[in-house]
């Protein structure tokens, strides 16, 4: 059946063409466009990129002239190995298609390839250029790799060549600890599994139930730039440059480059060079310690040796011990021969003295100079009693004079005058003090029994009288609790008792 009449109808005629309903033409119009491009290759830059919540992926391809809108469903999008981004030339290959509800038509797209390397080339260099800007390939801002690392983490396929070469090289060189984070090293999950195992080793605490890294070897073998397109994704570089373990990236071999390179702390050629990178040899280190230790003997005892030497050369131009001892000898001697002649003499003179001085303590010689000290003494006895009596007179002669009696009466009344003064002055503060200067101004002294001071109330109430002392004299008083008696107790005491009738003695007060 023909979608269009070749014959015109007349204007106001009857026609034969059939009547389409909108979804009729519609499906008509899908089978053909399917019919006649089943499946084509379209070459054109890619456009506005979009990826919806459910994995899909809508994109254009443009050229100078016209627009093709272009739709990847999730799980074409999970095969591919290059996705297309902005202003990235592609060759796309898929079907076309039509869209009913929208009347426009689509390429559904199967697969993305770069258009030619060039294109895909410019892509990476625009992206290098884009975090370069960013400073993740800073120099600065690379860490050195430790030089024994204790544990090395390695991300890398399990089942491929690169990391039995990694843990061969490391046997060979200084064996270490080593763990594995298998990842996809190609396709679609690749940049995510990296990215993953870099932060995952990072997350890891020191000291945890898994030992963390020291360093890092991110790692593939060779291929395609298609091949290792992975790690050229910006997710990757970033996750790399942030890791705060160092790295060493060695993917493909020494001609590949891909953008972890730059942002990697470290880059090897090979993942065996990786290794090689990562730990010393151990038998050099041996040897090297070896070396010094022989190094430190030998200049050991050549310093021993050259102290040695010094210290005979010192010693020669010292005198011989026997030339210095010669002289003190001699003297010695000397005063050793001279020693007994002369504690003989000292004994011969000590024993003179003594007899001298023995002679002077003969009773005879002591009897005479007691004598002759009582002769003196029995002298000057005799001139003691002329002596003190001319003293009395002449002191007795000096009291009766008129000028020492005066001065005698002068003093005695000066002295009378000032202690006058002074009792005079106790006096004031004796009454200034007093208690009696305090009842002068309306105070009063509260006294019990045997004329005692009282000092508080409770006292007071518990005596059955009390002294009131004023300025101008004492009366008695009751205490407080002592209150006069009603009339009536009163009369009847007064039946009772004649006394009880009548006031108070005069002599007596109340404080109330």
């Not at 809508?58 to 093709?68: E, G």
């Not at 625009?126 to 390939?137: C, H, I, S, V, Y």
Request: glycine share 8%.
């Amino acid at each position: 059946m023909d979608l269009i009449d070749d014959d015109e109808p007349r204007p106001g005629g009857p026609t034969n063409a059939h009547d389409f309903t909108v979804s009729e033409l519609s499906g008509a119009v899908k089978r053909t466009l399917e019919g006649e491009f089943g499946r084509v290759r379209v070459r054109g830059e890619v456009g506005r990129v979009v990826i919806a919540r459910t994995g899909h992926m809508y994109f254009d391809l443009k050229d100078d002239r016209s627009v093709i809108a272009s739709v990847s469903w999730k799980g074409q999008v999970a095969r591919m190995a290059v996705r297309p981004e902005e202003g990235m030339e592609v060759i796309a290959t898929g079907r076309l298609t039509t869209y009913g509800p929208q009347s426009k038509y689509q390429l559904q797209v199967e697969n993305v390839e770069p258009a030619g390397a060039g294109a895909l080339m410019a892509m990476l260099e625009a992206r290098r250029k884009k975090l370069a800007a960013e400073g993740l390939f800073d120099a600065a801002r690379k860490r050195p790799v430790p030089f024994l690392p204790q544990v090395i983490g390695v991300v890398t396929s399990p089942s491929g060549a690169v990391i039995r070469d990694i843990l061969h090289r490391l046997a060979d060189r200084f064996p270490r600890r080593v763990i594995v984070w298998p990842v996809a090293v190609q396709g679609e999950r690749c940049p995510a599994d990296v990215v993953r195992a870099i932060e995952g080793f990072n997350a890891l605490a020191p000291g945890g139930p898994v030992p963390r890294p020291d360093v890092l070897i991110v790692a593939r073998g060779g291929g395609s730039i298609e091949d290792l397109w992975g790690f050229n994704d910006e997710a990757v570089v970033r996750a790399a440059a942030a890791s705060d373990i160092p790295l060493i990236s060695a993917v493909g071999h020494e001609t590949d480059t891909t953008l972890i390179d730059h942002a990697a702390d470290l880059r090897a050629p090979t993942p065996t060079a990786a290794a090689e990178l990562a730990v010393p040899v151990r038998a050099d280190l041996l040897a090297h310690v070896a070396n010094l230790g022989a190094r430190l003997h030998r200049a050991g005892t050549a310093s021993a040796q050259l102290r040695a030497q010094r210290l005979r050369d010192l010693a020669r131009a010292l005198p011989r011990a026997d030339a210095l001892l010669a002289t003190p000898v001699q003297r010695l001697d000397r005063a050793s021969d001279r020693f007994a002649g002369s504690l003989r003499a000292l004994a011969q003179r000590k024993a003179l003295e003594l007899n001298r001085a023995g002679a002077g303590l003969r009773p005879g010689a002591l009897r005479a100079k007691l004598d002759q000290r009582g002769e003196r003494l029995a002298q000057s006895a005799g001139r003691l009693a002329p002596a003190l009596t001319q003293s009395v007179a002449r002191k007795s002669e000096r009291l009766t004079t008129p000028r020492f009696a005066q001065r005698a009466q002068a003093a005695v009344t000066r002295h009378a005058r000032d202690a006058a003064e002074a009792l005079k002055a106790l006096d004031r503060m004796h009454r200034s003090l007093g208690y009696e200067q305090t009842l002068a101004r309306g105070f009063a002294v509260i006294r019990g029994a045997g004329d005692t001071p009282l000092t508080s109330a409770e006292a007071a109430r518990a005596l059955p009288q009390i002294t009131v002392e004023m300025r101008d004299g004492r009366f008695e008083a009751l205490p407080v609790g002592d209150a006069p008696k009603p009339k009536k107790q009163r009369a009847r005491a007064a039946e009772s008792d004649p006394k009880e009738e009548g006031a108070k003695p005069p002599s007596q007060g109340s404080l109330f």
